[in-house]
T-cell receptor, first 110, second 113 residues
């Protein structure tokens, strides 16, 4: 089955700086790669996703890049703000079953 | 539009007790999922249902049963709770055929003592 590794497990950045979270996956047939943000006491919420026919996708301060050859994808958050503090999960899927990474706790330092 | 609703939000069980976690979605999604979340381990799939009347095992199905009651509802049952089942449980739904994202409920925090 699919295996997703996520790094780092914790990340602290100064407000206004950029944050990068990286994931690798094992199943070359996976074709959908979402990123979820989870705030304390809540369920995960999708923030951005990318499909295998695209190399990069951007939505305001958030971007995701995908390297299918190397089987890795990354989340980039620019101009970080206090409300970006949360746990972020990457995931990979071939059709409907999502396999999640172990999460990154991002802390934005004012 | 409520999305995915889980009940209860919190539950404490004694070892050996049984209980059912309820999940309902109002987005007309075909697929529904149960995940558990443990510290340092991300979300792991317990069971999923690709459509009404079908269920399949995920990564960690032992100790659980599920029922897809209709298109809206997908329940998770613990027949004899064990301390190892202490976790936060999330229900999710999606419509892969329509390329929709997975929407998650707010979670059920279960403690087995």
């Amino acid at each position: 089955g699919e295996n997703v590794e996520q790094h780092p497990s914790t990340l602290s950045v100064q407000e206004g700086d950029s944050a990068v979270i990286k994931c690798t996956y094992s199943d070359s047939a996976s074709n959908y790669f979402p990123w979820y943000k989870q705030e304390l006491g809540k369920g995960p919420q999708l923030i951005i996703d990318i499909r295998s026919n695209v190399g990069e996708k951007k939505d305001q301060r958030i971007a995701v890049t995908l390297n299918k050859t190397a089987k890795h994808f990354s989340l980039h958050i620019t101009e970080t703000q206090p409300e970006d503090s949360a746990v972020y999960f990457c995931a990979a899927s071939r059709y409907e079953k999502l396999t999640f990474g172990t999460g990154t706790r991002l802390t934005i330092i004012p | 539009n409520a999305g995915v609703t889980q009940t209860p939000k919190f539950q404490v069980l004694k070892t050996g007790q049984s209980m059912t976690l309820q999940c309902a979605q109002d987005m007309n999604h075909n697929s529904m999922y149960w995940y558990r979340q443990d510290p340092g381990m991300g979300l792991r799939l317990i069971y999923y249902s690709a459509s009404e009347g079908t269920t399949d095992k995920g990564e960690v199905p032992n100790g659980y049963n599920v029922s897809r009651l209709n298109k809206r509802e997908f329940s998770l049952r613990l027949e004899s709770a064990a301390p190892s089942q202490t976790s936060v449980y999330f229900c999710a739904s999606s419509d892969p055929g329509a390329d929709t994202e997975a929407f998650f409920g707010q979670g059920t925090r279960l403690t087995v003592v």
